[in-house]
């Protein structure tokens, strides 16, 4: 394919937890299967790629009121090394590289801006976990801050909803999917698909998102310029 139908040649993609589960699993086989699917295609297209799992699907954090906040944030960042290596197993037969915010030992090296940025413009492919490192702070945020460290196009939230919406659709059946928004009105109106810290500093740094469903569109259409989800920008 030529090199100009190819509209985003850098992306840093961010996967939401919650979409790697479904009823009868907390990892199902089927969707990491299409997910590794996913990120081929747009690699068979020369497509520099680094992917931030969040860990949802396993424990979120911020809505566990049972136990310690930070305990669990704690918790949520070892979960995204769960689903992780899962990930990382799916594709061990490309090249590619798991790396995170604290290294596992014999697994997950810790993840150096220099050398892994070296590996992802050779087309080395990055799966990127254990969020920032730091407790209170969202995989979104951690997603924002490697797109930066990377030089990305694009930062692609593939989640489990069409794009960003003026409400939250299951709340209000009024709400309308946005094809497009601004960051102001984004942060302004507390729409919530992606974290505010994550919003202002793609905002600061110029990086555009794109929110689209996961598991509903191919990531190839996205790369090649269709119109689907909502670009945050």
Known sequence: MSEDKIKYKRILLKLSGEILGDDSEVLSSKVLKYTAEQICSVQELGVKVGIVIGGGNIIRGRNVDWFDRIDADYCGMVSTVVNGIALYSCLRKRSVYLRGSFEVGGMVKKFDKFEDGRLYDNGGLLILVGGTGNPTVSTDTAAAIRAAELSVD???????????????????????????????????????VMDIIAFKICQELGI????????KYPLKDIILGKSIGTIVG
């Open 208 to 215: 555009k998102i794109y929110v689209y469903n996961f598991l």
């Open 154 to 192: 694009i930062l692609i939230k593939g989640t489990n909803v069409e794009g960003v919406y003026t409400a939250d659709p299951k709340k209000d059946k009024n709400a309308r999917l946005l094809n497009s928004v601004s960051y102001e009105e984004a942060i302004r109106n507390n729409l919530n």
